[in-house]
Each structure stands twice: as structure tokens, then as C-alpha cells.
């Protein structure tokens, strides 16, 4: 039997440290499936079909790994998908109160789904979608946080050029 984990997220967007995750994920798992959260009622600042774009473009070379979008419940999708596991990465502390409430509730709502937490990379223990969104925004260098494709979307997301004086490979 074929070993099935969901990587769910939002993915707003795609970041190393997802990226990371998914490749840890995939030494225990023969399959991933990267599901998108397709959620109209939540703001994004790339659409679905820009996260899609960009994880198609980010996911190439990586081999048993595919991409998808739900909506409505998480343990319902994975059901759908005959997946027993829900795949989540974790940074510091501060994430863990989040992911126990997410993985019970999950527990809860299906008992057949187990949620497995995969340490991030050090190197990534401070990165998010969100505080790169923040520093992007204002020409922040971004460069090796993000893959090359996102990075490019960002810049024009946020009208900057490459020679933005942030954009510098200064290393974290
Ligand atoms: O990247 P994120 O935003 O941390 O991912 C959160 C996500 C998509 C995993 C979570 O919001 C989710 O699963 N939403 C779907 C609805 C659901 O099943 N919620 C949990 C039980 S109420």
C-alpha cells in the first residue's frame, strides 16, 4: 500500500521552509500531495492559480509530489484522497499552540487521520510566508528565502526591480 500524506497550507506564498518540509516529508512518505486551502472568504496576495503557477514552477525536479486545492474540511479532502496522514511542518513554540488545536480538532472530526509534525530546517526556523510578504513589500531582500520564481512574483507584486538597494545576497 501506497503511503499518502496531505501537505496542507494556504501557501501565500510557497516558501524554502515549506519546501523543506515537503522534502523531509518525503523520506517517510511515498507520495505528497500539496493541497492549497481554496478559501475566498480568507485575503491572499496571489491567487490560487498564482500559487499553483508558482508551486508547479518551485516543485519540477521533485519527483512524487502532487498539486491540488480543497475547500471546506481538511480531514474530508483526505478522506477523498484515500490519505490517512496530514503532513505539518513546525518552527518554534510559537507555532505549537496553532498545530495542537488544528491536529485535535482534525483527531476529533476523523479518527482515521493521523497528523505527523516534521521539524523545520534551522535555517528556516524564523521564515514565514507572512514576515517575507512583510519584508518583500518594502524592497527587503528575500533572496534564498523564497525560490527564484517566487521571489520574481513578489518583486512584481510589489512594483520592484532587481535593483531595489535591499536586494543584496546578504545571508540571515
Ligand atoms: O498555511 P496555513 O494557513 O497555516 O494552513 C492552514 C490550513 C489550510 C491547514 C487550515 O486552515 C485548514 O485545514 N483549513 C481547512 C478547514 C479545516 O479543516 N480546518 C480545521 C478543522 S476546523
Same mark, same amino acid.
Given at each position: $500500500?501506497?503511503?499518502?500524506?496531505?501537505?496542507p497550507?494556504?501557501?501565500?506564498?510557497? %516558501?524554502?521552509?515549506?519546501?523543506?518540509i515537503?522534502?523531509?516529508? /518525503?523520506?517517510?512518505?511515498?507520495?505528497?500531495?500539496?493541497?492549497? /486551502?481554496?478559501?475566498?472568504?480568507?485575503?491572499?496576495?496571489?491567487?490560487?492559480? !498564482?500559487?499553483?503557477? $508558482?508551486?508547479?514552477?518551485?516543485? #519540477?525536479?521533485?519527483?512524487?509530489?502532487?498539486?491540488? %486545492?480543497?475547500a471546506?474540511? *481538511?480531514?474530508?479532502?483526505?478522506?477523498?484522497?484515500?490519505?490517512?496522514?496530514?503532513?505539518?511542518?513546525?518552527?518554534?513554540?510559537?507555532?505549537?499552540?496553532? !498545530?495542537?488545536?488544528?491536529?485535535?480538532?482534525?483527531?476529533? *472530526?476523523?479518527?482515521?487521520?493521523?497528523?505527523?509534525?516534521?521539524? %523545520?530546517?534551522?535555517?528556516?526556523?524564523? %521564515?514565514?510566508?507572512s514576515?517575507?510578504?512583510?519584508?518583500?513589500?518594502?524592497?527587503?531582500?528575500?533572496?534564498? $528565502?523564497?525560490?527564484?520564481?517566487?521571489?520574481?512574483?513578489?518583486k !512584481? #507584486?510589489?512594483?520592484?526591480?532587481?535593483?531595489? #538597494?535591499?536586494?543584496?545576497?546578504?545571508?540571515?
Amino acid at each position: $500500500m501506497k503511503r499518502i500524506a496531505i501537505y496542507p497550507g494556504s501557501f501565500d506564498p510557497i %516558501t524554502n521552509g515549506h519546501l523543506d518540509i515537503l522534502e523531509r516529508g /518525503l523520506k517517510l512518505f511515498d507520495k505528497i500531495i500539496v493541497a492549497i /486551502l481554496h478559501n475566498p472568504g480568507k485575503e491572499s496576495l496571489f491567487t490560487v492559480e !498564482e500559487r499553483i503557477h $508558482m508551486l508547479k514552477v518551485s516543485l #519540477k525536479k521533485i519527483k512524487n509530489v502532487e498539486i491540488d %486545492t480543497f475547500a471546506g474540511l *481538511l480531514v474530508d479532502y483526505a478522506a477523498k484522497r484515500k490519505s490517512h496522514a496530514i503532513l505539518r511542518g513546525m518552527r518554534a513554540v510559537s507555532d505549537f499552540e496553532y !498545530e495542537f488545536q488544528l491536529a485535535l480538532m482534525n483527531r476529533r *472530526l476523523d479518527r482515521e487521520i493521523q497528523t505527523v509534525f516534521l521539524m %523545520t530546517g534551522l535555517r528556516w526556523i524564523f %521564515t514565514s510566508s507572512s514576515i517575507i510578504k512583510e519584508a518583500a513589500r518594502f524592497g527587503g531582500n528575500i533572496n534564498g $528565502m523564497v525560490p527564484p520564481i517566487v521571489n520574481q512574483k513578489l518583486k !512584481e #507584486k510589489f512594483g520592484f526591480n532587481s535593483n531595489s #538597494k535591499h536586494n543584496g545576497s546578504v545571508a540571515p
